[in-house]
């Protein structure tokens, strides 16, 4: 059986492109662009908690950086370098050698470093943390959102959860259906180069990552406002739409977690230019409400009746 030592210098050491020194030292060393602010992230992805034990290796590998570069894009940073922590219940090499080949295939699609990490015996866990550069001034937060601005959300939601939903057996799809819908689960894009272009639009911004409610809520506290938005405007996955009518298929547009779409505040004034992003990036952008004083979330639904929302998302201590 392969050693820690050979495994890491096998699988995970790879030329990089932007590092003075990369893995095989005490700590890896890297400089800034000059005058750029180093933007810094983790996420940890934990076995039975984050994805099933069987999960595939590939996916899983693209997965838990893809989710790391999504916070990037919600900051609007150029990712750049990342590190990778993980715990393996034992050496199992192909498996390694298949999270390794998702990782990478995912870390030069957005052309990052794997600078370094730490490779234990455990149950399956995989801590990822992401750093990249933004211009000073530039990051865009959750607390700049202003009442009037726009709210926008890209691509589709309520995919990754109506396709989890599936494989959990709480929802019936058909094969073609899950097919459709399982890698925004599986494969989630995050949108980093969507999130460098809005530097110059977007007053606030976050990811999707626990649901458009409680994500947006987010926002909302942090910028001391609240919002409208309808539920008949948000973007809907296609598998998710035809199924719309069933109110636990709108909980899963609403508050279903894992899609890493970007929600983000903008002027009225850049409504024109947002969506000639939107065919620039060939990513849709959708103004699903907006920005008010009032300091809640109302939510219109379809029959344009003011939704139930409650404490809606993703929470992992909930009871
Ligand atoms: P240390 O004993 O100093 O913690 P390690 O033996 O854990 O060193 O790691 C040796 C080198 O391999 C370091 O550069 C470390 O960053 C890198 N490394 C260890 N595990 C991983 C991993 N899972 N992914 C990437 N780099 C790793
Ligand atoms: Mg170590």
Redesign the pocket.
């Known amino acids: 059986m392969a050693s820690e030592?050979d495994l890491?210098q096998h699988y995970?050491n790879r030329p990089s492109q932007h590092t003075q020194l990369g893995?095989?030292?005490?700590a890896?060393l890297i400089s800034l662009s000059a005058g750029m602010e180093l933007a810094v992230s983790t996420d940890m992805l934990v076995s039975g908690v984050h994805f099933f034990h069987d999960a595939d290796a590939r996916q899983l590998g693209w997965k838990s950086l893809a989710v790391n570069l999504s916070d990037m894009a919600a900051m609007g940073a150029q990712p750049k370098w990342t590190?990778?922590?993980?715990a393996l219940p034992q050496a199992d090499e192909s498996w390694v050698a298949q999270f390794s080949e998702g990782f990478f295939a995912c870390a030069k699609r957005y052309q990052v470093d794997?600078i370094?990490?730490?490779?234990a015996c455990g149950p399956l866990t995989i801590s990822v943390q992401i750093m990249g550069e933004v211009a000073p001034g530039k990051a865009l937060k959750r607390s700049g959102a202003k009442a009037k601005d726009d709210i926008w959300v890209s691509g589709t939601l309520g995919g990754a959860a109506i396709a989890l939903a599936a494989m959990q057996g709480r929802f019936e799809l058909s094969e073609v259906e899950l097919n459709a819908c399982a890698s925004s689960l599986n494969t989630p894009q995050p949108r980093v180069e969507l999130g460098l272009m809005l530097q110059s639009f977007a007053s606030s911004a976050i990811d999707i990552s626990d649901g458009l409610v409680a994500d947006l809520g987010h926002i909302l506290e942090r910028s001391a406002v609240g919002a409208n938005i309808r539920l008949g405007d948000v973007p809907i996955h296609k598998v998710v739409s035809t199924h719309l009518r069933d109110s636990k298929v709108q909980t899963m547009a609403l508050a279903g977690g894992d899609d890493y779409e970007l929600c983000f505040t903008a002027a009225q004034q850049h409504h024109v230019e947002i969506s000639r992003l939107s065919s620039l990036l060939a990513i849709p952008l959708t103004c699903i409400g907006s920005i008010n004083i009032e300091r809640e979330l109302v939510v219109i639904g379809l029959d344009n009746e003011v939704m139930d929302i409650g404490k809606a998302g993703y929470d992992h201590f909930k009871s």
């Open positions: 030592f890491i995970f893995i095989g030292d005490d890896a590190t990778l922590a993980i794997l370094g990490g730490d490779t």
